[in-house]
């Protein structure tokens, strides 16, 4: 092979002992989203909303109330609650332990804290026996703030790692190996949890042992980008409390682009209303409809393989109608499956499927395409800080969810009133997204504007 015109051996082989490196780091990087996912799909989303749920209804006195802390709380909203304790927590962390990565640039030992912080409290849900619905709720919350502090880090490699060019293909693959390992994991979970009594385990213990071994697995794997990501140097002399003064700066600074702020403010109202569908979904299949744990990883299973693939559906929708409106009709689809999810049958797996693939064809696109839509109103020169705060929103403002749908169903005792009162969140989004002129946001934020958005 040539050397390049106007470059010597040594530049050429240094270039390419570079980009190597980089691919060796690009491939430990896509591990973490290997790890961590499966917390996600085992645990949050599958096993523990409805086991933690039957717990405390265990520990329930004999009008269903539980009462952490002295406080009386109906059984059925506890896992809802702890779900929005764990966020406000993360919420509280976050800038911290961003401002903490980047002043002292050894972010590798604050990702080990975070992942192992997680992955013991995760192995620790093996102990949920009997009436420990507080220790439930307790390692709920310590690990869910833990993924969220710890994606925080994880996102913040993606510049380091990956020239402009390279962004969208390595952050592609990170996702996609999330959703193929949390399948994986689903599929193990599945075969013990339906064949317990053939590996001659009880049904409560089957689920103990995926919830742990989620944990073990996303401790194990985090090994892998542990050992291949590199720190890097800083010179950055800020105290830890600068995570919160450069957060409200960014926001500060967002009134010179007021249009960029109310899209980001329109992403925070309907997001929230997405990843509380993602966390309770389970809980509504298995307490309203009296469904099987089983079918509900079925279901999870669908919208995991359903959801790649509406991602790229949808990616040829906005190609054509542009983000916005495409972004604007996964809204009103949203609207329209939780409507539906009302007026489910009970013990009907089939209706629940058909719901689950609804949920799936819009959940992939919605979230890439709000994140591509968001990457237009960012000013040149301050990507990572308008996307600080947009991590803050993706990840650190879904409290009032879960806070919903608890208070409501702690009100009215239905899990049904619950689901549909998310309908607010897609409605309220929807109607401030509409408002959002985006070709004038572009423009004001001194992007040339796309032929479609």
Request: hydrophobic share 50%; proline share 5%.
């Amino acid at each position: 092979m040539g050397v390049p015109p106007g470059r010597s051996l040594s530049e050429s082989l240094g270039e390419a002992e570079e980009a190597a490196g980089r691919r060796r780091e690009q491939r430990g990087w896509y591990f973490y989203d290997w790890a961590c996912s499966v917390y996600s799909t085992s645990v949050l989303t599958v096993f523990l909303g409805p086991y933690l749920t039957s717990v405390a209804k265990s520990a329930a006195d004999a009008d269903g109330y539980v009462h952490p802390l002295g406080v009386p709380v109906r059984a059925g909203s506890f896992f809802a609650y702890s779900v929005s304790a764990s966020v406000v927590l993360a919420i509280l962390v976050m800038p911290l332990a961003g401002a903490a990565a980047d002043r002292s640039g050894r972010k590798k030992p604050l990702l080990a804290l975070c992942a192992y912080l997680g992955a013991t409290a995760t192995t620790g849900m093996f102990f949920l026996g009997g009436h420990r619905y507080l220790l439930g709720g307790l390692l709920l919350v310590v690990a869910n703030a833990s993924v969220a502090v710890s994606m925080v880090v994880y996102n913040s490699y993606l510049p380091q790692i990956a020239p402009p060019e390279e962004r969208d293909a390595v952050s592609s693959r990170g996702w996609a190996f999330g959703y193929a390992a949390g399948s994986l994991v689903l599929i193990g979970d599945l075969v013990l949890f339906t064949a317990h009594d053939s590996f001659g385990v009880s049904e409560s213990m089957a689920v103990r042992i995926c919830l742990a071994s989620a944990g073990i697995w996303w401790g194990a794997f985090t090994l892998v980008p542990l050992r291949r990501l590199r720190d890097r140097r800083t010179t950055s002399t800020a105290p830890a409390v600068h995570g919160w003064r450069q957060l409200a700066a960014t926001v500060r600074d967002m009134r010179r682009t007021p249009l960029t702020l109310a899209f980001l403010l329109a992403y925070l109202v309907y997001n929230d209303g997405i990843q509380t569908v993602i966390s309770q979904a389970s809980v509504y299949g298995s307490q309203e409809l009296g469904l099987s744990q089983s079918t509900l990883i079925v279901a999870v299973l669908l919208v995991q393989v359903l959801a790649v693939g509406g991602a790229l559906g949808m990616g040829r929708l906005a190609r054509t109608y542009g983000a916005k409106r495409t972004v604007l009709g996964s809204l009103v689809a949203w609207t329209v499956t939780l409507g539906a999810g009302y007026f489910l049958p009970a013990g009907a797996p089939t209706w629940f499927f058909v719901l689950a693939a609804s949920i799936g064809l819009v959940l992939g696109g919605s979230q890439a395409l709000s994140r591509s839509l968001f990457s237009h109103l960012v000013p040149p020169g301050k990507e990572a800080e308008y996307f600080s705060a947009y991590e803050m929103s993706d990840r650190g403002m879904s409290w009032l969810g879960p806070l919903l749908f608890g208070l409501t169903y702690q009100l009215t005792g239905s899990y049904r009133d619950a689901i549909i009162s998310l309908v607010a969140f897609f409605v309220l989004g929807f109607a401030l997204l509409a408002r959002v002129p985006v070709r004038q946001a572009v423009r004001d934020a001194g992007n040339p504007v796309p032929e479609r958005i």
